[in-house]
C-alpha cells in the first residue's frame, strides 16, 4: 500500500516539474509571434527595420524573395494594393506592411483587433529604416479583408 502511495507521489511530482518545464520555455518564447518577412535580397531599408525589429526584441526571420513573389505574398495576406510598401511581414494571422515602428507592431499585436493588419504605404520619411533629414509626420493603417480601413496610429519621428 505504501509503495503505491509513493509511486502515485513521484508521478505527480514528475508531472509537476514536466508542466514547471515547459511553462519555463512558453516564458522565455514570448507572448509575440515571430515575425517573417518577406524583402527583396537588394533593400538597405528593409534591413535596417528589421535591425529596428531585432533591437525592439523581436524574434525575426527574413526571406528574400523577388518582386513577383512578394506580390503575391501581399495579394495571399490581403494588402490593399495603395498600401503596398517594399516589404511585407506576416505575424500569426496578420500582415504587417511597410515601415511600422517595433512599438506600434507591439501594441497591435497585443490589443489583436478583428483587422487583416497595418501598412505604412510608401515608404515615409523619419519611420524606422528611413531615417534622414527632414522626417515627416505619417499614419499607420489599419485594414480588413472588406476593404475597410482605419487609421491605427498617427506617427510624428520629430518628437
Do not use: Q
Not at 513573389?69 to 510598401?85: A, D, N, Q, T
Request: glycine letters at 10%; proline letters at 8%; charged letters at 25%.
Amino acid at each position: 500500500m505504501n509503495m503505491k502511495k509513493l509511486g502515485a507521489a513521484g508521478l505527480l511530482v514528475a508531472g509537476a516539474l514536466l508542466v514547471i518545464a515547459f511553462r519555463g520555455s512558453e516564458a522565455d518564447v514570448g507572448t509575440d509571434p515571430e515575425l517573417h518577412v518577406y524583402k527583396s535580397p537588394t533593400c538597405g531599408c528593409c534591413s535596417l527595420w528589421v535591425d529596428h525589429m531585432i533591437e525592439a526584441g523581436f524574434k525575426v526571420s527574413v526571406e528574400d524573395v523577388t518582386n513577383e513573389v512578394l506580390r503575391e505574398v501581399k495579394m495571399r495576406h490581403g494588402i490593399p494594393l495603395e498600401l503596398s510598401s517594399c516589404h511585407t511581414t506576416v505575424a500569426g494571422d496578420y500582415a504587417i506592411e511597410g515601415h511600422v515602428p517595433a512599438s506600434v507592431v507591439k501594441r497591435f499585436l497585443e490589443e489583436a483587433p478583428e483587422v487583416r493588419g497595418i501598412a505604412v504605404p510608401g515608404m515615409p520619411t523619419g519611420s524606422p529604416g528611413m531615417e534622414g533629414p527632414n522626417p515627416r509626420p505619417y499614419a499607420v493603417i489599419a485594414f480588413d479583408g472588406k476593404g475597410n480601413r482605419t487609421v491605427y496610429e498617427e506617427v510624428d519621428p520629430r518628437r
